[in-house]
């Protein structure tokens, strides 16, 4: 379950691009805060604090957002942008939570153990990193866990056979597929086949002479 932290949120009444630059070489992030039924307010945080936020609580972290001189809002990151040369976020989205009301959000799959078919050969393939669930804001669980420890060659994960919770539903299709052993391809069967050409295994410095 995720617990609220907060962040501290400056108000931004500049929104020229000359300070929103600014803004971003003091280490501050450009963001908005919305939500149904709210005003929307523009704002700015913390580069390093938003970044660290994200690192140890997960991209559905909720967050009482504090912002100066106006009243403390729960919020989750919505969306934001990254610079992708620097690798750093640009700007920000927060969406207001309602505490009370269920919200869709999308939750990472977490795999564990090592599936029997692999130990076989066969390959696993998760074709979906992430699962949609219905929840309300305080009972969104950090991931959803797939133990594949007993999937041999064949066998297929779908949302249908997930571990079910009185905190939350699956949105998803309940035949929607999320983790698969696949055969080996024809090549890894090929790659571990003799190769008939090869030179004949040496016995005493000559080759085996063939059976008469």
């Known amino acids: 379950m995720n617990?609220?932290?907060?962040l501290k949120a400056s108000k931004r009444e500049d929104l020229t691009r000359s300070k929103t630059k600014q803004l971003r070489n003091e280490g501050q992030i450009p963001a908005v805060v919305y939500g149904k039924d709210?005003?929307?307010?523009?704002?700015?945080?913390?580069?390093?604090?938003?970044?660290?936020?994200?690192?140890n609580e997960g991209r559905n972290a909720i967050i009482t957002l504090d912002i100066e001189n106006a009243e403390s809002v729960?919020?989750?990151?919505?969306?934001?942008q990254t610079d992708s040369i620097k690798d750093t976020i640009i700007h920000a989205d927060f969406y207001i939570v309602d505490m009370s009301e269920e919200m869709e959000v999308s939750v990472p799959i977490r795999i564990e153990g090592e599936a029997a078919g692999v130990k076989d050969g066969g390959i696993m393939q998760q074709p979906e990193m992430e699962v949609l669930i219905k929840v309300k804001?305080?009972?969104?669980?950090?991931?959803?866990?797939?133990?594949?420890?007993?999937?041999?060659?064949?066998?297929?994960?779908?949302?249908?056979?997930?571990?079910t919770s009185d905190k939350f539903e699956y949105?998803?299709?309940?035949?929607?597929?999320?983790?698969?052993?696949?055969?080996?391809?024809?090549?890894?069967?090929?790659?571990?086949?003799?190769?008939?050409?090869a030179e004949p295994e040496l016995v005493d410095g000559k080759a085996e002479e063939e059976s008469e």
């Open 3 to 6: 617990m609220a932290i907060t």
């Open 38 to 55: 709210k005003e929307t307010t523009t704002v700015s945080v913390d580069n390093i604090d938003l970044l660290k936020t994200l690192r």
């Open 74 to 80: 729960d919020v989750m990151l919505h969306e934001y």
């Open 137 to 163: 804001p305080g009972d969104i669980p950090e991931d959803i866990t797939i133990d594949v420890s007993e999937l041999a060659i064949g066998d297929v994960v779908s949302v249908e056979d997930l571990p």
């Open 171 to 197: 949105v998803d299709e309940p035949d929607k597929v999320l983790v698969t052993i696949v055969p080996p391809t024809s090549d890894d069967v090929e790659s571990q086949l003799p190769d008939e050409d």
